[in-house]
């Protein structure tokens, strides 16, 4: 295995910055050309804004999914760099790839069949169904191709390469919003596709995404992907990462199902209640950026560290990311919340969107303080092996806690949307401080996946 002079060396001293900042600009640019895509569709038309964002939630399940193996894939290479178990990288990568590209195919065909299903579950009304069933056609048969990208950013960034994810953000957000343009106001506005041709953009760019991703693995020999790899096949590996993605992917699924629940309930406030839901999320996502780049870039280090066998290395590491990413991300949703009127206006002119919205910025400061305990340490319990627990906490607090709450608070006392958030906050605060007591007391200490050294079932054939 080549390691390329540009890439980070993840050790113990690795300061959180050299990682988290570029994914910080990552995330901030994906979020901010999304803010762009999002006022260009406000322009073009109110409802197909609600109806994408009805789409997106249903997106998110499916990336929940994929995500079963390129989580797995950003535990176990984490762990076996840090072990320095180079010999057995290249059949990791080779797995992880080939599965997840056939899981993205399976997915992307199941969705799109069990679309008019989804809508009825949904309540989606009978303005934004045409947009949303289409946004789904389109973009959900193109998912196989978000499922090997998001396997193939992951290796990239557990061998230190963090910077590629911000070139790739500039170049597909550049792409989709020019696309996005050609089809709502541009030369291809007289094909009068609409959200058709906005989701079409998004497929092209996604595209690009994977094509340049395979493209600088290759370029910088981080790896080989070859089937050679996989004869005989590692059944055990394949085991073994699917025991990890699993719960992983079981906990952000339930999560979605508890979201797409309580949009069920927010359908039925009206389509202002549910544009406002969109807009706020669009503004809610700056507040997330840093605790979110934080927990990653965390997680890489800490997989590390456990794979090195550090693990009260690891266990101050992810104290000392709290310490710096609470009081941002504290500070970023207080000013959301401040300016919202004034970002809202961006948006929409109607006045009711607006006051919803205001109610639901206040609301999120309280989200977002769970919700960074949650990042924090349920990446990094991953990181070092303890999948079960954030399930298990996950299923009890957004069903027991968010959902009930949400419901009472927003439909029962008649709160509306911003108590459907209040139940959030609710879920995600109690849940965070859970997990943090659990990272407190080790119990995540001898989870490790690494394998010994010459173990037989995870030996990689001879290069011919």
């Given amino acids: 295995m080549s390691k390329n002079k540009k890439s980070i060396i993840i050790d113990e ?44 939630t249903i997106m998110f399940m499916m990336n929940i999914l994929f995500n079963i193996i390129a989580t797995a894939t ?15 990288m290249n059949m990791i990568y080779t797995l992880a790839v080939i599965v997840n590209f056939v899981v ?15 809508m009825r579950f949904l309540h989606v009304t009978n303005e934004m169904r045409p947009y949303t069933m289409i946004y789904i056609y389109i973009v959900g048969g193109g998912g196989f191709l978000t499922a090997i990208f998001n396997v193939m950013i992951q290796i990239l960034r557990c061998n230190g390469y963090t910077k590629i994810g911000v070139y790739v953000t500039i170049a597909i957000n550049v792409l989709n919003i020019g696309g996005n343009y050609l089809f709502l106001y541009g030369p291809l506005s007289f094909l009068e596709l609409g959200v058709a041709g906005v989701a079409i953009s998004t497929v092209i760019a996604r595209l690009v995404a994977a094509v340049v991703v395979f493209a600088f693995f290759a370029a910088t020999k981080t790896g080989k992907i070859s089937v050679r790899y ?29 979201q797409v629940t309580l949009l069920s309930f927010v359908n039925k406030m009206g389509n202002d209640a549910v544009n406002a839901r969109a807009y706020c999320n669009t503004l809610i996502s700056y507040a997330m950026i840093f605790s979110n780049a934080s927990a990653m870039s965390t997680q890489i280090i800490t997989g590390h560290l456990v794979g090195a066998g550090k693990t009260e290395a690891a266990y101050k590491r ?33 006045e009711n969107i607006i006051r919803l919205g205001q109610m639901i910025m206040i609301v999120d400061i309280f989200v977002e303080l769970g919700r960074c305990l949650n990042m924090t340490f349920v990446s990094s319990l991953k990181a070092a092996g303890a999948y079960i627990f954030p399930l298990i906490m996950g299923i009890l607090c957004n ?44 119990k995540w200490v001898g989870k490790s996946v690494v394998e010994k050294k010459n173990t037989p079932e995870l030996e990689e054939p001879d290069e011919a």
């Avoid at 993205?104 to 989804?118: Q, R, W, Y």
Wanted: charged share 15%.
């Fill in 13 to 56: 001293k690795t300061p959180l910055l050299v990682l988290a900042g570029p994914m910080f600009l990552e995330l901030f640019l994906n979020t901010l050309l999304n803010s762009v895509d999002m006022l260009m569709m406000s322009d073009y038309d109110n409802n197909a804004v609600g109806a994408i964002g009805n789409a997106n």
């Fill in 74 to 88: 950003s535990v176990v290479v984490a762990q076996y760099l840090g072990a320095k178990r180079y010999d057995k």
């Fill in 104 to 118: 993205g195919i399976v997915l992307s065909a199941a969705f799109c069949l069990a679309n008019p299903l989804l």
């Fill in 230 to 258: 996989l004869r005989p096949f590692p059944w055990k590996l394949l085991g073994k990462m699917i025991k990890i993605g699993l719960p992983t992917a079981g906990e952000n699924l339930t999560y979605n199902l508890y």
């Fill in 318 to 350: 992810v104290f000392k990311t709290l310490r710096t990413s609470l009081p941002i991300t504290l500070a970023l949703a207080s000013i959301n919340a401040l300016l919202c009127r004034f970002t809202l206006t961006h948006f929409t002119d109607n």
């Fill in 399 to 442: 069903w027991g806690l968010g959902l009930t709450m949400g419901y009472f608070t927003g439909v029962v006392m008649g709160v509306g949307v911003a108590g459907i958030y209040a139940g959030t906050a609710t879920d995600e605060c109690i849940r965070g401080l859970i997990v943090m007591y659990y990272w407190y007391k080790k």
